[in-house]
């Protein structure tokens, strides 16, 4: 079985960063792709950010600029630092990844529960 679990949202002024955190646990045999989601009040969930096994890269043009993902594989964890952060970043953030529970496996979808970013101006 496998976990995921999104931290490190909270309530920040405009200009402000955070960093938010998305952890993997469980029988994890080989992680693919890592990437961040988030859902604005009222809106449909939208694509924020991927980062690829070999460590490649890419963002929503709403983000380019401002936010960095990255992966600790030893950890099986992905991070989100989050910068000049502006009121429509406000939303509930959540992690998807690819994981497969043998080496050999086929990669599933995980989502965690979301972790929620509020951005005040």
């Known amino acids: 079985q496998v976990q995921v679990v999104e931290s490190g949202g909270g309530l920040v002024q405009a200009g402000g960063s955070l960093r938010l955190s998305c952890a993997a646990s469980?029988?994890?045999?080989?992680?693919?792709?890592m990437a961040w989601y988030r859902q604005a009040p009222g809106k449909q969930r939208e694509y924020v950010a991927v980062?690829?096994?070999?460590?490649?890269?890419n963002y929503a043009d709403s983000v380019k600029g401002r936010f960095t993902i990255s992966r600790d594989n030893g950890k099986n964890t992905v991070y989100l630092q989050m910068n000049s952060l502006k009121p429509e970043d406000t939303g509930v953030y959540y992690c998807?990844?690819?994981?497969?529970?043998?080496?050999?496996?086929?990669?599933?979808?995980?989502w965690g529960k979301g972790t929620l970013v509020t951005v005040s101006s």
């Open positions: 469980g029988s994890i045999g080989r992680i693919d792709m």
């Open positions: 980062i690829s096994s070999d460590g490649s890269t």
């Open positions: 998807r990844t690819e994981i497969a529970t043998g080496r050999l496996s086929a990669a599933m979808n995980y």
